[in-house]
């Protein structure tokens, strides 16, 4: 069962800067893919960025040329830089981890980190 803890979450004027971080509880060499989601409020949790065991990288839209996700692996770590950043932007940010093993997938996902994003 992977374990992972989100921080680096707070409260930062428009057009500022925050970086998350996310650990995880084992090498992230054993991770197929590790992301972030966030959840407004009142709204449904959104896919914001992936980075897969081999490097590879995905973004929403929405966050597109804004946020950068990156991975440490000697930390079994992942990151979210988000710059740019917009009021819109403003939700409970979770990091999720994908694992699959020779007869089973799952995902995994943090306990959250607030971000708020003032005008």
């Known amino acids: 069962q992977v374990q992972l803890a989100e921080s680096g979450g707070g409260l930062v004027q428009a057009g500022g800067s925050l970086r998350l971080s996310c650990a995880a509880s084992e090498s992230t060499f054993s991770i197929n893919s590790m992301g972030w989601e966030r959840q407004a409020p009142g709204k449904q949790r959104e896919w914001v960025a992936t980075i897969t065991s081999g490097g590879s990288i995905k973004y929403a839209d929405s966050v597109k040329g804004r946020f950068a996700i990156s991975r440490d692996n000697a930390k079994n770590t992942v990151y979210l830089q988000m710059n740019s950043l917009k009021p819109e932007d403003t939700a409970v940010y979770y990091c999720?981890?994908?694992?699959?093993?020779?007869?089973?997938?799952?995902?995994?996902w943090g306990q959250g980190t607030q971000v708020t994003v003032s005008s």
């Open positions: 999720n981890a994908f694992k699959t093993g020779l007869y089973s997938a799952r995902d995994y």
